[in-house]
């Protein structure tokens, strides 16, 4: 446990973390402190002034909440009338040079001065000189875009590029009311996690050229969820909504706090993965060159298996722990070989030593705890003789060439159960549309051994059928992720003393450690 | 009324010339200095009562023991000559007439904090003292008294130049900091005070340069010949700019302690013939202005000043008589503060803009008494919110006039400009 401090906020005891600073460690406790420029992992700079707190007996008499540590005794004054009145003069300023156009801002409903102006101001204006007036809608690149009139000069952005990705794209040029910030002329913004500071502008100066105008902040509907666009397994939310006489609709992907994952971000290229959820997305079961009832296609899917000499079972790296596990049972039932080959999902070299890692996909780790091969080698053994393919949306496509592909089903037919209309979907003999991770739930377990759950997040007008109900439809024992979970238990030493109902917020690492530390 | 401390060498040709400035006693302290011990220099400097010149009025001695004892890492002096505020025109004098006693003082400070290396942060428009004071620099390394072993010592001591880029914020002690570093002069978030974590981190004395320029007549003269001079409490002597409507101003070393209108009167000449005194800027024009009634009791220290609620700053007084209209006047301040705000932080940024368009909006005839009041609230809700004291700088001295001569605001506010032409 973390050391505690007493202090005194407002005349009442409390208690709270010890070497915090005064925003963090009261926040945590449920107080707010207003702050613009403060952000916990950029760091304290004081710039904003809306967090100026006074301190009881104290020298100075007013600090900056950001910057000050909590020390046992403190006494810190929020409500007097004194602190109401700087919150009101600083929201006052900020404000004067703003466009105020909330109706068109896209920040408007998640916007931090928009909801200080509500709790801590509330006055009506008193500008009657004209507004400063800066430049509107500048692309920095990456997608960014960034109105400097919007902006509060919090300099959040300015450091994430030298704290954060240390490219140091963005500066605040000019003084006084004229600073601004920038981009130098021909070096936009260039590295890999650029949208975070779409995320951490607390106003609407800082927009995503993919989602402005597209959806109001208060229309969405923020479901956690764990990216699957690599092995890191960020945390993240998905941002979706139904609109009327519509479908639901993933519209972004932002990140969620896990200090033991991503901290505070995610990748650019992960967060637009939310367009693979949306898009190209198989609906339609097909079997031979026609479309099909779910039913029909699900009956012709057995069918082959009960004809076929042999039978080989592909499954996805992206499938959950609960997924692979009902699938190897299925595969061991029929007899068939289970391959997990799929090295056309790593993308070797391309991972650095922050948040993307070279094997873009997320569950591969559970490989190894089931023992699923996954080798080229043992593919090839597993296909040897076969005459047919049984894909749990895995795309061949990826890890074999075009050439090597026809070769292979000119001798084994091809059955895809598949979300997204891969390039093999085409060659498949049968295939049949599955619910995404977004639309199922799951446990999977990251490059560095977390496992993590994912909950349902969207719910489709027309739901896709989730993978374990077909492996069950088609034959396997395990109808649901309950029973997956008991029978994993059982079958995978590691998880014996986890209990898999309850995985939380941040994961458990499958260490002997940390396993120990759960079960206990 | 006039003395001679500082600018005892200001008249002689060449002073600037190290020769000439050793002829006439330059450096000549240098082998007592060495013969003591530098904590024995501090007790010197703290029992002469010397006040920081570059406007707060801080014990120099007091500074320098605030420096952490038993440290590992490097100690900086850093010399501001960033010599900004409007009306203030003494360190010029310092780093053109007599640079060498600028070095000399450097040498003596940072023998007494145990520095290797000191910092002159002198501001870009400075263009001629660089010029000097860089020539001065070099050829007190030529003879020996900057270097590996300074004065023969076996003590090393580098000062190097660091011109400014014209920014007044910069003479903000952080900011000045900041600038040397290579950064924005944006000025820091105190504490960590410098004297603990300054200058890349490491533990740094920043003081002005006349108040390092002081130092080599202490030492040679001892601390009770400085306190001969001043009052208890404000010992010594200042190089005063004094400016504005009188027929002779200039720059004028004295003593502190003498009542300001017999030196507006004897020292400066006088109100020009005809015209009646309106106000007095006492320190720079950051300081609260004096009316006439006021200045009646004020005398030259920091205690008089602090009694009458202004401050004695840089020593820059700006004499206003009954053509100056003080509306303009504080749109000029204004003008100015705004400028130079380094735009960091909230108020100071967005505030001194905002007061500036109302006070010209009041100007052009258009404002209202509602635009008086919020602009005296204004004052008040900037003042001492922000990180550093730019824009307090601002809103003391706009108050003052706010407060002292709010009949002519109102004067803008009812009826078009009032009587006076402007200045």
Same mark, same amino acid.
């Given at each position: 446990m973390a050391d505690k401090v007493k202090l005194f906020v407002n005349g009442q005891e409390v208690e709270v973390e010890a070497g915090k600073n005064l925003i963090d460690a009261i926040g945590a406790i449920g107080i707010e402190i207003p702050h613009l420029c403060y952000h916990p992992a950029l760091?304290?700079?004081?710039?904003?002034?809306?967090c100026l707190v006074g301190i009881e007996?104290?020298? +100075? +008499?007013?600090?900056?909440a950001c910057k000050t540590r909590v020390a046992e005794g403190m006494k810190v004054q929020l409500d007097a009338e004194k602190i109401k009145k700087i919150q009101r003069d600083i929201m006052e300023l900020e404000l004067i040079?703003?466009?105020?156009?909330c109706p068109i801002?896209?920040?408007?409903?998640?916007?931090k001065l928009q909801d200080y102006y509500m709790r801590y101001d509330g006055k009506p204006s008193r500008m009657t000189v004209k507004p400063v007036l800066k430049a509107k809608h500048?692309?920095?690149?990456?997608g960014v875009v960034h109105d400097q009139e919007r902006?509060?000069?919090?300099a959040r952005c300015v450091r994430f590029t030298r704290m954060?990705? /240390?490219?140091?794209e963005l500066g605040i040029v000019n003084?006084?009311?004229?600073a601004r910030v920038n981009i130098f +002329?021909?070096?936009?913004?260039?590295?890999?996690?650029?949208?975070n500071v779409v995320d951490l502008?607390?106003?609407?100066?800082m927009t995503s050229r993919d989602f402005r105008?597209?959806?109001?902040?208060?229309?969405l509907t923020n479901s956690p969820s764990i990216c699957?666009?690599?092995? /890191?397994g960020c945390n993240i939310f998905i941002d979706h909504n139904r609109e009327k006489y519509k479908d639901d609709v993933i519209y972004r992907f932002r990140p969620r706090l896990n200090e033991k994952v991503n901290g505070y971000f995610i990748c650019d290229q992960g967060r637009m993965t939310y367009k693979l959820e949306n898009d190209?997305?198989?609906t339609t079961p097909r079997v031979g060159d026609r479309d099909a009832g779910f039913d029909e296609a699900v009956e012709s899917v057995r069918r082959a298996v009960s004809q076929a000499q042999k039978t080989v079972v592909l499954v996805s790296p992206n499938a959950s722990l609960e997924q692979m596990f009902a699938v190897q049972q299925f595969a061991t039932a029929i007899n068939a070989p289970l391959s997990g080959?799929?090295?056309?999902?790593i993308k070797q070299?391309?991972?650095?030593?922050?948040?993307?890692?070279?094997?873009?996909?997320?569950?591969?780790a559970s490989f190894a705890l089931l023992g699923i091969d996954a080798t080229k080698a043992g593919f090839a053994a597993a296909v040897g003789g076969a005459d047919l393919l049984l894909s749990?949306?895995?795309?061949l496509s990826r890890s074999l060439s075009e050439a090597e592909l026809g070769q292979l089903l000119a001798t084994v037919k091809l059955v895809m159960v598949t979300s997204s209309q891969t390039e093999c979907v085409a060659k498949a003999a049968v295939a049949v549309p599955v619910a995404s991770y977004s639309e199922d739930s799951g446990s999977i377990v990251n490059g560095e051994g977390r496992l993590q759950r994912y909950e349902v997040a969207v719910v489709k007008n027309q739901p896709a059928c989730d993978l374990l109900r077909i492996v069950h439809l088609l034959g396997g024992e395990v109808t649901n992720n309950q029973e997956a979970r008991v029978g994993l238990q059982a079958a995978v030493a590691v998880l014996k003393n986890i209990d898999l109902e309850q995985v939380p917020a941040e994961g458990i690492a499958l260490t002997e450690s940390e396993v120990a530390h759960v079960a206990a | 009324m006039q003395v001679q401390v500082?600018?005892?060498?200001?008249?002689?040709?060449?002073?600037?010339k190290i020769e000439v400035a050793k002829q006439h006693?330059?450096?000549?302290t240098l082998d007592k200095v060495f013969a003591m011990q530098p904590e024995e220099i501090i007790e010197l400097v703290k029992a002469s009562g010397l006040r920081g010149r570059?406007?707060?009025?801080?014990?120099t001695g007091l500074k320098w023991s605030f420096l952490p004892k038993n440290i590992d890492k490097p100690v900086y002096l850093a010399v501001n &000559?960033?010599?900004?505020?409007?009306?203030t025109f003494k360190d010029r004098y310092i780093l053109v007439r007599d640079p060498h006693m600028l070095i000399e003082g450097i040498i003596i400070c940072c023998y007494a904090i145990k520095s290797h290396a000191a910092y002159i942060?002198?501001?870009?428009?400075y263009t001629t003292q660089v010029k000097v004071l860089q020539a001065a620099i070099d050829e007190a390394y030529a003879a020996g008294y900057?270097?590996?072993?300074?004065a023969g010592h076996d003590y090393k001591l580098d000062v190097t130049v660091h011109r400014g880029?014209?920014?007044?914020?910069?003479?903000?002690e952080t900011a000045l900091l900041e600038s040397i570093e290579g950064r924005k002069g944006q000025p820091r978030s105190k504490p960590p005070f410098p004297a603990v974590e300054g200058l890349y981190g490491c533990p740094t004395i920043i003081n002005n340069v006349q108040s390092i320029g002081s130092l080599p007549f202490i030492l040679t003269n001892g601390a009770d010949a400085y306190k001969a001079?001043?009052?208890?409490? &404000?010992p010594g002597t200042h190089l005063f700019g004094i400016s504005g409507l009188v027929k002779k101003p200039g720059m004028y070393e004295l003593p502190l302690g003498l009542p300001i209108l017999e030196v507006i009167e004897k020292v400066a000449g006088g109100?020009?013939?005809?015209r009646t005194l309106k106000?007095?800027?006492?320190?720079?024009?950051?300081t609260p202005v004096l009316t006439p009634e006021e200045a009646q009791?004020?005398?030259?220290d920091y205690e008089s000043m602090a009694a009458h609620k202004t401050m004695f700053g840089s020593g820059g007084i700006v004499v206003l008589d009954d053509t100056v209209d003080m509306v303009k006047l504080v749109e000029n301040l204004i003008y100015f503060y705004h400028h130079e &705000?380094?735009?960091?932080?909230?108020p100071c940024r967005e505030g001194l803009g905002w007061m500036l368009k109302i006070v010209k909006k009041i100007i052009r005839g258009e404002g209202t008494t509602a635009d008086i009041d919020l602009l005296t609230e204004l004052c008040d809700n900037i003042e001492?919110?922000?990180?550093?004291v730019l824009s307090a700088a601002c809103t003391m001295s706009t108050r003052s006039y706010l407060n002292k001569f709010r009949h002519e605001f109102e004067a803008y506010v009812t009826?078009?400009?009032?009587a006076q032409a402007a200045m």
């Open positions: 760091g304290a700079d004081g710039n904003c002034r809306m007996d104290g020298r +100075p +008499p007013l600090v900056p040079n703003h466009p105020i156009d801002c896209d920040q408007a409903g998640e916007c500048m692309d920095f690149g990456c902006c509060v000069l919090c954060i990705t /240390k490219t140091g003084r006084t009311d004229y +002329p021909g070096r936009p913004l260039n590295n890999r996690y650029a949208l502008c607390p106003v609407g100066a105008f597209k959806q109001r902040a208060w229309f699957h666009g690599c092995s /890191k190209n997305r198989l080959y799929s090295d056309g999902y070299g391309d991972g650095d030593d922050f948040l993307i890692r070279d094997d873009k996909s997320a569950n591969r749990f949306d895995n795309d | 500082l600018s005892t060498r200001f008249d002689i040709p060449d002073a600037n006693g330059a450096y000549a570059g406007g707060a009025g801080f014990p &000559s960033d010599e900004s505020e409007p009306a942060y002198i501001r870009g428009e900057l270097g590996d072993t300074v880029a014209g920014a007044y914020v910069c003479g903000e001079y001043g009052t208890e409490k &404000s109100l020009r013939d005809g106000g007095v800027i006492p320190g720079g024009s950051s009791t004020v005398t030259l &705000s380094c735009g960091q932080c909230t001492m919110k922000t990180v550093c009826g078009g400009a009032p």
